[in-house]
């Protein structure tokens, strides 16, 4: 049975990629800072852990739990982040560093660990992350997410070469605007709504179950010659221009 954690797990396109996964018949192991809200999203189902992956100690507790319970992970989804929209020169020092922690600090934090249990188990395995559309185009107010989503592309790339040679699959999906709580404040109303969803080549806002669907097929074994990439999944914002009528 392929075993999975799944970081940020309360998240909304976190728990597409639950649901996917478990009707798959993996074995999950989800972590948030959240207990409570991990118990009420998904009750007593699959083991839980409540841990901060934002720091290496934050790390090493989420393993260490791992080994203490006697599984060997071999997959790895990282769906921590946040988003951090406004100018650059009015984003306070604070809001920069939260950005930075949660998209990209916590990307490379989990990835050591996870590679390093993969080592310590002598097995291979696959990570997937968790980018986004603008990292890849530049999109006003978008500053510190960008930098910190480019970073998070950076480390796939970087990461997949090094442990390519030890059959460790890295990639990582690149959406627009998902239908999630995180994007929650930026589709108040119908009115923004229809507006995000212009903004794309193919119109519309994405679903967090798609993107979970690319999610689950990176991560297995239909996967296996795939390394090193992103995947963007934006309706063609980051590529390509539509046709102006």
């Not at 998902?178 to 930026?186: I, K, Y």
Request: glycine share 8%; charged share 20%; with cysteine.
């Amino acid at each position: 049975m392929k075993k999975v954690l799944i970081t940020g797990a309360t998240g909304g396109l976190a728990q597409a990629l639950a649901e996917n996964l478990t009707k798959n018949n993996w074995q999950l192991v989800l972590v948030s800072r959240n207990s409570e809200k991990l118990q009420e999203i998904y009750g007593d189902k699959h083991i839980q852990i409540t841990a901060d992956c934002s720091s290496f100690p934050g790390v090493k507790q989420i393993f260490d739990e791992i080994v203490e319970r006697n599984i060997t992970i071999d997959s790895l989804a990282h769906c921590v982040g946040n988003i951090r929209l406004g100018s650059l020169h009015r984003t306070s020092e604070a809001d920069f560093f939260d950005c930075m922690s949660a998209n990209l600090f916590s990307a490379l934090f989990t990835l050591s660990g996870f590679v390093d249990h993969l080592k310590k188990a002598a097995i291979h395995g696959s990570a997937v992350f968790v980018s986004s559309a603008a990292a890849s185009i530049g999109i006003s107010n978008h500053e510190v997410i960008s930098a910190a989503k480019g970073g998070l592309e950076a480390l796939v790339r970087s990461s997949a070469a090094s442990y390519a040679a030890s059959n460790i699959r890295i990639n990582a999906v690149s959406p627009g605007i998902l239908d999630t709580p995180a994007s929650a404040n930026l589709l108040t109303s119908d009115l923004m709504r229809e507006i995000a969803a212009k903004q794309y080549p193919i119109k519309g806002i994405g679903s967090p179950e798609e993107v979970a669907d690319l999610m689950a097929w990176l991560l297995s074994e239909k996967a296996q010659r795939v390394t090193g990439q992103v995947w963007s999944i934006d309706g063609g914002f980051s590529s390509i221009r539509p046709l102006v009528k």
